[in-house]
């Protein structure tokens, strides 16, 4: 532009002088603010320190074993995993002082139930209880101790674990069935379930012996064994638990 | 040890008064960098949580023992964790509740008629390593520590809610009393003192498995090594921390 | 804890339907955040009608000229407040100067509103009315007087080549302020067009459908004030400029119905995994809002009126009153289309399972009466500086022992 070569326009001036005054301002005085205000790497050290000595709950179950011989009793029964504080909740400050401090102990049906009450949603093979029906009203420690939760007897229906499934084939044309009708279960299945599994039927021929059309029993619905759904077994179509046919 | 509130107090004192250079501010401010924990070296450290569908039992006593440790307030608007129920119905759909629903809305949780699988998961914050918040941060009040955990810094968070609505798992809230942005933190302050969270403490049936990414002997890795894995949204590339097991495809 | 939030939240809990995350209750995005981008909208609108004058020499509309400027101004100096109303922490709102994260597009707002507001706006208008400034000031009386004085920064040049340099500034800051003004609206499309994690928001169009939505309601809305304040100070509308605005503001109705179309066309071809809960977004809960108010009444509408003005050529008295009624639909469909965005892109929960509501309080500081209270102070504003600035003052031309001062 030719005019800059003369002397700048006095309007020019006039501007350029009032932003140099705010933007050198601006500037002076951020040099003057601290730098634990604009030091990204303060901030983080700050906050980092901040949520680090945030205070601590939950003391954890290792710090409970120093006083507590029922930490020992509950590594060797079903509630191993359990953690001390998931029943007797937050002990922090009971585990830094002990006499004054007390946690809590819950000791009526409603607490166990949170766990163990059936739910369609639990995973199949968790124990689960109907509360109206097991044992109403009697408090579940006076049965099963929550640190070694055996139960006194051994379960003898499988619904006792497989809830979703008894149900199930409860209302099924099968309702009539044992279980051990088509699972063989060994003795081991219930005090280790993960490890000891139960069977299911090997092949076609075993649902064959009620529904083949030479089979003894005369109520069941009949199908020709060699040619029904011949490259299939029965249970890849037909879920044996509620075995509807459509 | 509160360095920003006693500078910003002593800096804008200062001003108001027209003096220089606030060198009390700065004193403070010494005074504090010498008095952060030794020990723990985050850089040494990468955390990230297992979890696995299929023992989830859906108790929820992970999200009140993490209320209960992080001083979340109770109602049932503010959730660091939560658990979301599923039921796959006929045709594949999914019809999905909140596990507090029956305390809050007084709707039957459970659903009638035939499902074809049901089952729990549980949610938190998916500790980016590509994180969405903190890219959209105006003032870089939320970050990524050294050890891979995402944290908000209440005395800067400006309370905009940016981060909220980047979050592609509904995973913050903002805290009601304090109005800053707030989420699970992997309970920082007991992870670094080799403790677990306590969400990942109280499961009763070890469905949550907390560990650090970096060890090789570790039930987070022996996790990552026997199960296939799955992580929330993989199409938006945020790259989670935190890994399922056995989740169904209709867990959004 | 404030007992009666927690009170709606469980209100609004009652009313989700499907699955939302727990968190999601709360929709945290008010009715201060769909005014924000309104008022920016009108800021780079008018902004733009006025470099139609300066950079495209449209000259029909020199009219509105300064008008533009001061409308763009006013609401300019409001804008920032719904958002500082908004922040849980306004005393920290200064962190977005000292510490900005360059990563996101909010921190940009501290820069780019102060570049427009600084640079742009505020130099254009004084270039534009230095030499009117200095003229009144020596024809008038204290406190006015000092007033021009001040704001003129003292100047007293009126030579040739200053005035000659006064109108090379101002070509030059209105090319300048074009981008600019693209970038002030651009950067608020993109805080929403940028979010993946929401599908209602995340869209290259975005940015580009705010910003000519933005021109669609700045033109508007200096149409609506001129034929409000001339009426009023008892001149005459010259229809030329108010038939010229009203051209483009037809041609930017078209470019902005044919981009929200095309958004449109474009959802449902594609049909994505979220086009379900969109689906049910529209028809449930934004169906006043989009359909009705939005399209139908804050684009079809006014876009018929137009085009039957100019097939059918109205006479005057009919043409002023249809403008007035196009440019208060618009007004309404820009607003509402600012809701949409905003609010809707809330209402819908990331698991694209439920729907929430939205509770716009009557009182507080998110209240109606407060975003009321925020539309109405830009106006008022602006009734103060067109007291102050004059535009359309007619400055006597100096005496002569006048310009040898």
């Not at chain 2, 804008?12 to 060198?23: R, T, Y």
């Not at chain 2, 995402?150 to 981060?163: A, F, K, P, T």
């Not at chain 2, 509904?170 to 677990?196: E, Q």
Request: proline residues 6%; glycine residues 6%; positive net charge.
């Amino acid at each position: 532009m030719k005019f800059l070569a003369k002397k700048p326009p006095d309007a020019l001036v006039r501007v350029l002088l009032i932003f140099v005054v705010f933007v050198g301002g601006a500037l002076i005085a951020r040099s003057f603010i601290p730098a634990a205000l604009k030091e990204k790497s303060l901030f983080i050290k700050a906050t980092v320190d901040r949520e680090m000595s945030k205070p601590i709950h939950y003391a954890g179950s290792e710090v409970c074993a120093a006083c507590h011989d029922e930490y020992n009793l509950k590594k060797t029964g079903y509630h191993v995993n359990l953690s001390c504080e998931t029943c007797h909740g937050i002990s922090k400050t009971h585990a830094d002082n002990p006499t004054e401090v007390k946690p809590t102990a819950p000791r009526k049906r409603d607490f166990c139930t949170l766990c163990h009450a059936y739910d369609r949603s639990r995973p199949t093979g968790f124990p689960q209880i109907n509360p109206a029906t097991h044992n109403p009203l009697k408090p579940c420690i006076s049965c099963h101790n929550p640190h070694d939760p055996k139960p006194p007897n051994v379960p003898r229906e499988c619904e006792a674990c497989h809830g979703e499934i008894a149900r199930t084939k409860a209302i099924s044309p099968h309702v009539l069935l044992e279980c051990t009708t088509c699972h063989s279960v060994p003795d081991g299945h219930k005090v280790s379930p993960r490890v000891v599994r139960a069977a299911i039927p090997s092949g076609r021929e075993f649902c064959g012996k009620c529904h083949a059309k030479d089979s003894i029993n005369k109520e069941t619905p009949k199908i020709d064994i060699a040619t029904h759904g011949e490259r299939y077994l029965c249970w890849q179509c037909h879920y044996p638990h509620m075995p509807e046919v459509k | 040890m509160d360095s920003n509130n006693m500078e910003r107090r002593t800096f804008i004192g200062k001003m108001v008064a027209l003096l220089l250079v606030p060198l009390g501010g700065i004193g403070a401010l010494i005074r504090n960098v010498a008095a952060a924990s030794a020990d723990y070296n985050p850089a040494e450290h990468y955390y990230g949580m297992g979890i696995q569908i299929d023992k989830c039992i859906g108790c929820g006593r992970c999200v009140e023992a993490c209320k209960d440790e992080n001083e979340v307030p109770r109602e049932p608007f503010f959730f660091r964790t939560w658990v979301e129920r599923y039921f796959i119905v006929g045709d594949n759909e999914a019809v999905v509740q909140n596990l507090d629903e029956r305390l809050v809305n007084g709707k039957q949780p459970g659903l009638e008629g035939e499902v074809m699988r049901s089952f729990f998961v549980p949610k938190l914050c998916n500790q980016c390593d590509k994180p969405p918040c903190v890219q959209v941060c105006p003032v870089t009040a939320t970050f990524k520590t050294a050890d891979g955990v995402i944290l908000v810094d209440d005395h800067r968070c400006l309370g905009c809610r940016y981060c909220i609505q980047a979050c592609p798992y509904g995973a913050r809230y903002l805290h009601p009393v304090r109005k800053t942005a707030d989420k699970c933190t992997f309970c920082y302050h007991r992870v670094t003192k080799g403790l677990n969270p306590a969400c990942v403490e109280i499961c009763p049936t070890q469905a949550r498995i907390f560990g650090d990414l970096r060890i090789k002997a570790s039930p987070l890795t022996r996790f990552k090594r026997m199960n296939k894995l799955h992580r929330l949204k993989p199409s938006l590339n945020t790259e989670p921390k935190v890994f399922y097991s056995n989740l169904d495809g209709e867990v959004r | 804890m404030n007992q009666a939030t927690i009170d709606t939240l469980y209100e609004l809990l009652r009313q989700v339907t499907g699955f939302i995350y727990p968190n999601e209750v709360e929709v945290h995005w008010s009715i201060l955040i769909v005014l924000y981008p309104y008022l920016t909208g009108l800021v780079a609108g008018a902004f733009i009608l006025a470099s139609l004058v300066k950079v495209f020499n449209v000259k029909e509309v020199q009219a509105v000229y300064r008008l533009a400027l001061l409308t763009a101004l006013a609401f300019l100096l409001i804008a920032p407040l719904p958002l500082l109303l908004h922040l849980g922490h306004p005393e920290r709102s200064y962190e977005i100067f000292l510490n900005p994260n360059f990563t996101s597009a909010m921190a940009m707002f501290g820069f780019v509103y102060a570049w427009y507001l600084m640079v742009v706006l505020v130099l254009e208008i004084w270039f534009t009315y230095r030499r009117d400034l200095i003229q009144w000031s020596q024809q008038e009386k204290f406190p006015m007087r000092w007033l021009h004085r001040i704001i003129a920064l003292f100047s007293n040049d009126l030579s040739e080549r200053a005035l000659e340099f006064d109108g090379k500034m101002v070509k030059a800051i209105t090319i300048i302020g074009i981008p600019s003004a693209f970038l002030l609206h651009g950067y608020v499309g993109f805080i929403f067009g940028s979010i993946k994690a929401n599908p209602w928001w995340s869209s290259v169009l975005m940015p580009i459908v705010f910003l000519f939505s933005a021109i669609v309601s700045g033109i508007a809305l200096v149409i609506l004030l001129y034929m409000i304040i001339l009426p009023l100070r008892g001149e005459k509308i010259d229809m030329q400029c108010l038939d010229k605005m009203s051209s483009f503001l037809f041609y930017a109705v078209i470019v902005d119905f044919s981009l929200e179309l095309l958004d449109f066309i474009h959802r449902l071809y594609e049909s994505e995994e979220s086009i379900r809960i969109l689906g049910e977004l529209v028809m449930n809960k934004l169906f006043v809002s989009l359909g009705i108010i939005q399209v139908l009444l804050g684009m079809l509408l006014p876009l018929g009126i137009i085009v039957c003005i100019k097939l059918f050529k109205f006479n005057e008295e009919l043409r002023k009153l249809l403008y007035f009624v196009s440019v208060i639909l618009i007004q309404l469909g820009i607003l509402a289309t600012r809701w949409n965005v905003v609010i809707g892109g809330q209402m819908f929960s990331k698991s694209f399972r439920g729907l929430t509501t939205y509770k716009m309080g009557l009182g507080g500081i998110e209240g109606l009466l407060m975003s009321l209270a925020l539309l109405a102070m830009p106006l008022i504003i602006l009734a103060v500086f067109i007291k102050v600035l004059p535009p359309w003052a007619k400055a006597q031309a100096p005496s002569p022992e006048q310009a040898k001062s």
